[in-house]
């Protein structure tokens, strides 16, 4: 179970926060062998690792109309209405993220501003394995539509009898992605980077993966393609205080357990005997799950610790920067103001993370392995780009003359300087 | 000179736009062991290196509070005056940037927000050689400082003499950067990536830098470090038609191809007479430059593209994606509309690129080597990361669940859905 920590002293807090550190130097080797054939051999050695590491010998990379249309008849209604539900809470909290374009005049005539433009080509990656991750389709291609990214294509992993997801499928067909492709691991990761026959490049790349995938997604990112960020093991952070219920906390702590072994799982309380109850109340709630083991597996190396104040636990909570972080304390939202370093913050006892990973309208794709302190989860503005643009008029050109020039005097650059010189003359 | 081609197929076009690909093999081993050596050996590390390559021995690498002052002297007040000027421009157009916090109500009960919160420690590189660029210090600090990041240090290499450019002290203490550093090269990136005795670890890394700094920063990246963004020679595309002054256009050329030898220069035109007028131009002001050899060496790799139609112009431009787009010609605003890819945009016969680079008010840290396809420019947000929040009431709670839950469910994942249930019982 949970390691217990007692009023730790602050000395011992970076050493209660480290995360597992994964080794890539070999991983790395592997990795660029299959990015180097796909990036040489294109469709044929993308097809050949679909046989080798998928265990299906495809005809063809792309999911068809037909395959689009028989997904929405296995869809049952009660799940289509739930991803629609979700969909339309998604699509509502990312649209409230455009903004319009302000007009800036810095100086008279001088007049500046930023417009977004949506990224041409997005690839969107969506695992296979023990989850259909639909949810993540939701979460990638909702605000890749609303910043209008001309393309959208999508590539996860089939099965063994070369079928991805129904879900998967009716998830991406109602979200507006162009391209469905039946590719999963590094290969899939090479195809949408140099591009293929089939699958066309795409200038960044989207979505979780094991950490084959994660390592290829950092390697082509040396190689002029753009990626949402660096990914770790999911992780939550909870803090609790005596007002909290051990029944929802343990409940908030097994439903990252479950995701895998490898998941992180921090409980902060500042009541022993909150701490006390929430475990019993975990091991109560473990016996019934389906993925119980991986659960377990989870809580051995997931942490409590006891802390004597609200406050030091915001502090070792900053310093570990959780990708999700649940509020279960008195002030909930006053204490939130003192978050600087989080993923996604869930605020009180009726907020627990499965609404973000789902339909609250937050977006499930956050920093995680300390990265919330420099990264942001993705949002609109991963899809887009803003262009800088500035109008001068004459009188404008001559107002800021004298500057311009004569900084690009103290620089060396005199032809920067003859750049406005020339235009007063 | 400038190679021309006139009206080329497109079907050439890819061939045109080619930049000259660096060979990063050997440079990665390099770079890879002056980072180690850093890592492991901190301050002496740095001092040894700053010996080898700046030919300086140092005693602190700090800057002395003594130094700021003394820096203060040594600046021209005409100087100071632009700078002043620059700054008040770059705020004016950043603190624009600042997005006030939306407060979104995706279902009855389900509140959802965003707020920006400054990265905390970031650093900024500044380089040295031919051109003190103090602003770039400009262009670093002031977003940093609106952005609430509570330590900013700054690094730039000393001279021979062991000290920095007084504009650079002067420019980063009016600024608000913390503290400065007398080190260049991967040695700084690794310094403020790893930390050192003196220098402290920093989260996020920005600045511009040679290949070998250039290739730190992307190195670090994969070192829970973030990076502003990969860097490549600097560029210039202009587009322009028989309403375009050569004189002007040739001096923006000359002002991009002084920076550097490798940096790239492209003109686009619809009009034949006016290409062979700017050629003449060119070659007129380039005599009196005192960074003419540089600027020579520029032109050589330079381009000059004569197509039929300005929307021709706009296509090959989108698909080269420029850092610095200028567009001298007939309803210049109309064909910004066009612009897709490019970092920053100036409009019209008064709108040179140097002022952009100095004091119009946008950030002159723009993306390169055709990253201006998915990557944007330096701004606040670049010195932020985004947090998102969530809170439901128990109502909120239970008009959700049921999507939840069924989702959770489809996905395999039922303490994700017991976290909701359990909350309704």
Known sequence: MMKVFTYPDKKKWNKIIQRPVADN????????????????????????????????????????????????????????????????????????????????ETMPGVVCWRQSIGIEKVGLYIPG??????????????????????????????????????????????????????VGGVQAIAAMAYGTETISKVFKIFGPGNQYVTQAKQLVQQQAVAIDMP?????????ADETAIPEYVAADLLSQAEHGPDSQVILITTSAAFATATTAAIEKQLQDLPRKGIAKKALENSKLVIVATITEAIELSNLYAPEHLILSCANAIEVSKQVIAAGSVFIGNYSPESVGDYASGTNHTLPTNGYAAMYSGVSLDSF???????????????????????????????????????RLK
Do not use: W
């Open 25 to 104: 130097a070999e991983l790395g080797k592997t990795v660029n062998k299959i990015l180097e054939k796909v990036r040489n051999k294109g469709d044929k050695a993308v097809l050949q690792y679909t046989k080798d590491f998928d265990g299906v010998k495809l005809k063809s990379l792309s999911v068809t109309p037909d395959e689009i249309t028989n997904a929405d008849k296995l869809v049952s209604n009660e799940l289509k209405t739930a991803i629609q539900q979700a969909k339309k809470n998604i699509d509502t909290f990312h649209v409230a993220q455009k903004d319009e374009v302000k007009i800036i």
């Open 129 to 182: 394995g023990s989850a259909p991750l639909f949810s993540t389709v939701l979460m990638l291609a909702v605000p890749a539509q609303i910043a209008g990214c001309k393309e959208i294509i999508l590539c996860s992993p089939p099965s063994k009898d070369g079928t991805i997801d129904p879900a998967i499928i009716y998830a991406a067909a109602i979200c507006g992605v162009t391209k469905i492709y039946k």
């Open 231 to 239: 990914a770790g093991p999911s992780e939550v952070l909870v803090i």
């Open 384 to 422: 887009t780009k803003k262009i800088t643009y500035q109008q001068l008029t004459k009188e404008g050109l001559t107002m800021i003359s004298n500057t311009v020039m004569e900084m690009a005097e103290a620089e060396g650059l005199t032809a920067h300087k003859n750049a406005v010189a020339i």
